[in-house]
């Protein structure tokens, strides 16, 4: 008599379901990682592309600003002081020196030094438009 097995075996599909398992246990991290990484890269984008339309910002306002610090302190942020900047959640940044962005398009330049918890770095703005040096 012949008997024809045409399924498979609860062990096989055991071992099916472990090597999958396995699989997305290694690939998933990964996945989330790369996420991470490129909003990480598209926030730093954003931000240095925030910094390098200061100049275009004071000249289209008609105003002067002064950067120093990012956000601001809460003092100056009850005298009125304002900023045409707005950075990401989490982002701060500080100066060496306060950065003059004049009403005429032109600024002094100066050193930006940016925080983020995940990163850290400084930009050079390169007087009198402030491109990135």
Known sequence: MAYF????????????LFIFALLSGLAVPRLLNMYDSVQMAHETEEVISRLTMMSYEAWRQGKNFELSVYPLPSEKAYQGQTLPLVLPAQWQLKTEKPIHFRANGTCDGGIIKLYHPQQRFQITLIPPFCHLN
């Open 5 to 16: 097995n045409n399924g498979y075996t609860l062990l096989e599909l055991i071992v099916v």
